[in-house]
């Protein structure tokens, strides 16, 4: 299937991310994300940003979100204590850090504090290399995984202290459907 209509997409059924979500506010919170990560061999990992409505306005991302085989873990970019971890994680070379456009995700963190980054596969990427005409995380996952993955949230104020209930799941099920994505692509060869 190269590519899906807005109507067979819009018949799927709805997915969110149903499993553990930490949203990394404490020490021991940080401490027990970063043992998960060390465990892992692929991670989904987005960043949300807040929206721009003005000409020129711009933002830097507010929310990195990492998704594991037992939870999605929500770090707020306004905590610099998080910072160490994501740049311990971003250069874990056994470590496959996957999504949907993370040139500029990662471009767009660069701003906020340095890091190298290694093992990064741009699941967009790999599906226009396969010849793909749709490669946004929506329909890769309505197209592989046969769920539709809800906009809901998206632009919402992603740099509010408090995230609230709908946030918090729209972030996580982003992360969650790049792992679930890249994992699919692995089992069925596309890498």
């Known amino acids: 299937m190269q ?6 997409l819009s018949i799927l059924p709805v997915r969110h ?3 553990r979500v930490s949203l990394v506010e ?25 929206p721009s409505f003005r000409k020129g306005e711009v933002h830097l ?22 910072f160490p971890a994501l740049v311990e ?7 496959v850090k996957t999504g949907v456009s993370l040139a500029y995700d990662l471009r767009q963190l660069k701003q906020l504090f ?6 990064v596969v741009d699941l967009g990427v790999v599906a ?32 509010v202290q408090q995230l609230s209930p709908a946030q918090i799941r729209y972030a ?4 969650w459907a790049c792992r679930e994505l890249y994992l699919r692509f692995e089992k069925d060869g596309l890498l």
């Open 3 to 8: 590519s899906i209509s807005k109507e067979a």
């Open 128 to 159: 226009r290399r396969r010849g793909l005409d749709q490669t946004g995380v929506r329909n890769l996952a309505g197209m592989f995984l046969r769920f539709r993955v809800p906009k809901g949230s998206r632009t919402s104020n992603w740099a």
């Open 89 to 95: 994680l971003l250069a874990k070379p056994d470590l």
């Open 26 to 50: 404490t020490a021991q919170a940080l401490a027990e994300a970063r043992e998960d990560l060390r465990q892992e061999r692929v991670v989904g990992f987005d960043t949300e940003t807040r």
């Open 172 to 175: 996580a099920t982003d992360a």
């Open 114 to 119: 340095p890091f190298t980054v290694l093992n």
């Open 17 to 19: 991310y149903e499993g």
């Open 61 to 82: 991302p507010a929310l990195a979100q990492v998704a594991t085989a037992r939870a999605v873990y929500l770090f707020q970019l306004s905590r610099i204590d998080v």
